[in-house]
């Protein structure tokens, strides 16, 4: 019986920490989000990011000063480059949002001269945290949109009727 109260008080007065980090992890979320990707500071990429961070995504570079360098390199393509937060969930020190990405290409990106082209697509972002920073990223891109506003691809074109609309 002893046993069982004692684990009961240690889960009692863990729970409430557990709670605190989580939103703790998603207010540091909103706050690298608001910071570094909406005011374009290069700067508060260190405040958010570990040294030794890593990214997961084979797309982009996988260490913070590549970040930085990326981050460069986007927003002089798109100076109006803006993340649409939708959903933002924690659990332990894991931290998944949903967000819509927006921006106008009014610079080169990549090699591709300015085009005015208006760009939204949404990723999922994943991240670890680790010291009240984020230590590792991974991300599910929805990368069609964004691949036929900087004309990389054309736009789909509409599947013929089939069945009865065909007719």
Known sequence: MRTILLAAIIAAILTPARAADTEANKALYRAFME???????????????????????ANLPPSLEGRKKFATALWAGFSDYHPEI????????????????????????????????????????FFRVEGGKFAEHWDVVDSLPRAVALGIVQPPKPAPPTGEAAK
């Open 35 to 57: 910071e570094v990707w909406n005011k374009h500071d290069l700067s508060a990429i260190d405040r958010y990011l570990v040294p030794t961070f890593i990214e997961h995504n």
């Open 86 to 125: 939708q959903d933002v969930v924690a659990e332990g020190d894991h931290v998944v949002a949903r967000v819509v990405w927006t921006g106008t290409q009014d610079g080169p990106f990549q090699g591709r001269p300015a085009t005015g082209n208006r760009l939204r697509f949404a990723t999922a972002d």
